[in-house]
T-cell receptor, first 113, second 113 residues
C-alpha cells in the first residue's frame, strides 16, 4: 500500500529553470517530511526537510512547500543546474511501533545545459 | 555531520556462495540501523530494521534466513546474503539513525554470476 504518491516520474528542465516535484500523502499522522537526493551508484543524502507546523522552508536554491489541508508537499529547485541532475525521493517516517523511513517512488531530474 | 561507511562498494560472487556487507557509523552510535534494497530505476525498499543486541525485524516478504542481519555493536551492522542467486543481484544500502536524522551509506552493488 503506497502511502506517498510522488510525481512526476521523470522531469527534464533547462539550465536556469525551476524544477518542481510533488508528493501527496495519505496518513495524517506523519510529522516529518524529508527530501532525499541520490546520484547514480550512491546512497541517498538528505536534501531538505520540513515539519507540518510550517508551510515553507528554504535552503539556498531548494524550497519545500507544505499544504497540510491538501496533504501535499513539494520540492522546488530554483535556477536548476546540470549538477542537480539526480533522482529525488520524498519520504516519510512511519508512526506507531518501530519508526521507519519509507520512500516515494522517486523522480529522475535531468537538467540540460 | 554523521557519516556511515559501507563496505564493499562492489562485489561479484558465484551463485550459491554467501556475501557479507558491513555498515559502520563512524562518528556516532546507532542503536538502530536499516537495510534497503534498490533495483535499477526503482525506489529504495526497506528490507529490515537492525537493532543492536537483539534480533532484526524483517519487512513482509523478506526471507530472514536468506538475508542474515547482525548488529553486534553500536557502530556496526552486517548483512549476509546467503546462498546467493542471480535474482539477488541488486544495490544494497544501509542507513543509521541519529535522533530524527537518517544517514545512508554509499551502497553495495552485488552481482551474482
Amino acid at each position: 500500500q503506497q502511502q506517498v504518491k510522488q510525481s512526476p516520474q521523470s522531469l527534464i528542465v533547462q539550465k536556469g529553470g525551476i524544477s518542481i516535484i510533488n508528493c501527496a500523502y495519505e496518513n495524517t499522522a506523519f510529522d516529518y517530511f524529508p527530501w532525499y537526493q541520490q546520484f547514480p551508484g550512491k546512497g541517498p543524502a538528505l536534501l531538505i526537510a520540513i515539519r507540518p507546523d510550517v508551510s515553507e522552508k528554504k535552503e539556498g536554491r531548494f524550497t519545500i512547500s507544505f499544504n497540510k489541508s491538501a496533504k501535499q508537499f513539494s520540492l522546488h529547485i530554483m535556477d536548476s543546474q546540470p549538477g542537480d541532475s539526480a533522482t529525488y525521493f520524498c519520504a516519510f517516517i512511519t508512526q506507531g511501533g518501530s519508526e521507519k523511513l519509507v520512500f516515494g517512488k522517486g523522480t529522475k531530474l535531468t537538467v540540460n545545459p | 555531520g554523521a557519516v556511515v561507511s559501507q563496505h564493499p562498494s562492489r562485489v561479484i560472487c558465484k551463485s550459491g556462495t554467501s556475501v557479507k556487507i558491513e555498515c559502520r557509523s563512524l562518528d556516532f552510535q546507532a542503536t538502530t540501523m536499516f537495510w534497503y534494497r534498490q533495483f535499477p530505476k526503482q525506489s529504495l525498499m526497506l528490507m529490515a530494521t537492525s537493532n543492536e543486541g537483539s534480533k532484526a525485524t524483517y519487512e513482509q516478504g523478506v526471507e530472514k534466513d536468506k538475508f542474515l542481519i547482525n548488529h553486534a555493536s553500536l557502530t556496526l551492522s552486517t548483512l549476509t546474503v546467503t546462498s546467493a542467486h542471480p535474482e539477488d543481484s541488486s544495490f544494497y544500502i544501509c542507513s543509521a539513525r541519529e535522533g530524527r536524522g537518517y544517514t545512508f551509506g554509499s551502497g553495495t552493488r552485488l552481482t551474482v554470476v
